[in-house]
């Protein structure tokens, strides 16, 4: 079993900045790949973006581009997803997965566990 437990969601105002954390601990594994995925009212989950923890490569969504950033501190088993220059369009609550493969994938279904969820407010 993994555990992941997110962090760092809130209210903010158009073209402001929140850092989310998502923690994982519990088994372990040699490669696997961490993502980011948001649901909106009344909508499917969507991808954000992944980073696989071996390496590092990453994949981000296009609607989120040069606004988000990923990264992970390996001592800590943690990656963080620095979101800048926040729209309205991106109030959703966040989730943290986690995918028990090297390879990186922006299907939600693909991934085995999950975090609790992270609100992210954004007001115009």
């Known amino acids: 079993q993994v555990q992941l437990v997110e962090s760092g969601g809130g209210l903010v105002q158009a073209g402001g900045s929140l850092r989310l954390s998502c923690a994982a601990s519990g088994r372990t594994f040699s490669n696997y790949v961490m993502g980011w995925f948001r649901q909106a009212p009344g909508k499917e989950r969507a991808f954000v973006a992944t980073?696989?923890?071996?390496?590092?490569?990453?994949d981000i969504a296009d609607s989120v581009k040069g606004r988000f950033t990923l990264s992970r501190d390996n001592a800590k088993n943690t990656v963080y997803l620095q979101m800048n220059s926040l729209k309205p369009e991106d109030t959703a609550v966040y989730y943290c997965?986690?995918?028990?493969?090297?390879?990186?994938?922006?299907?939600?279904?693909?991934?085995?566990?999950w975090g609790q969820g992270t609100q992210v407010t954004v007001s115009s």
């Open positions: 997965g986690f995918r028990t493969s090297w390879l990186l994938s922006r299907s939600w279904l693909e991934y085995d566990y």
């Open positions: 980073i696989r923890w071996s390496g590092g490569s990453t």
